[in-house]
């Protein structure tokens, strides 16, 4: 559920223009999926967990915390210098997502190998991601396919925010999950 409902990552876009697509409307797509889904979820979650303890104001401030980078505003307005060095940088955020995707997938690692479950049931927990993940870049695609816009579906469908999928999943859901 919470891998289906989460919004776009923030490194679609730049994944996205690697692959051919449109950068400006995945920004925006990834944009507004984010605020949208920070807006939705707050009211969404508490109808299906009644012991969800969080006001729609403190949830979707939490959600406005993790989506949007404070600090990006603030060096672009601020230091409009900075931020033209850095927008010079040739494929500084792919590399940058890079770092990042090390980054969770080392702490993947250590959770799977802190688990206390089964090697079964990690199995058909992969699996079942594996899936659910080629079924949304295909859907993606295929909706795509019908507004010339192949690739920005796809990422737009497949590549979801995991960091938000699992704040929502520990805050509504149980930590388990």
Known sequence: LTCIIAPCASAAPVVTQKIGGDLEQMTTFTFLSNF??????????????????MTFLTAFAAILNRVFSVLAYIVKHATPGLCRRITEVKDLSY?????????????????????????????????????LCFVQFAVGRYIGRHFGQTENAGQAMGQKNTAFAIWIASTYLTPLS
């Open 36 to 53: 949208i889904t920070a807006l939705l979820v707050p009211v969404c979650f508490p109808l299906i967990d009644k012991a969800a303890d």
């Open 95 to 131: 590399y940058l997502w890079g770092c990042s995707l090390l980054i969770v997938s080392g702490t993947t690692m250590k959770n799977i190998f802190h688990a206390s479950c089964s090697l079964s049931f990690l199995l058909l927990i992969a699996f079942a991601s594996l899936m």
